[in-house]
């Protein structure tokens, strides 16, 4: 059975910093593209990173570019998002998701498991 759990978030102040952790079981990391989601109310998920299958090639949606960081330590079958100089607009629930090979990385509809979730508030 696989299972996604997430955590690391919290309640921070514009310009800190957090790291999200993503830690799997019932699939290996290095095997899956590994992707980050967030949800903020009354919006669509929304695409934020992905670290693809070999490890070395990452993708990031637009409004988190510079900003944020994906990795992933197949030792732990574990995946970070690295967060800083945090923004309100970043507030959401974030969200941990692997996909298989060949997907199109920024459509959620793409990734066959997702975690519960962590939210994740920035304050102005």
């Known amino acids: 059975q696989v299972e996604l759990v997430e955590s690391g978030g919290g309640l921070v102040q514009a310009g800190d910093s957090l790291r999200l952790s993503c830690a799997a079981s019932g699939l290996t990391v290095s095997r899956y593209a590994m992707g980050w989601f967030r949800q903020a109310p009354g919006k669509e998920r929304e695409f934020v990173a992905v670290?693809?299958?070999?490890?070395?090639?990452?993708y990031y949606g637009d409004s988190v570019k510079g900003r944020f960081t994906i990795s992933r330590d197949n030792a732990k079958n574990t995946v970070y998002l690295q967060m800083n100089s945090l923004k309100p607009e970043d507030t959401a629930v974030y969200y941990c998701?692997?996909?298989?090979?060949?997907?199109?990385?920024?459509?959620?509809?793409?990734?066959?498991?997702w975690g519960q979730g962590t939210q994740v508030t920035v304050s102005s």
């Open positions: 670290v693809m299958y070999s490890g070395r090639t990452t």
């Open positions: 998701a692997a996909g298989s090979y060949g997907l199109r990385y920024p459509r959620s509809s793409e990734y066959t498991y």
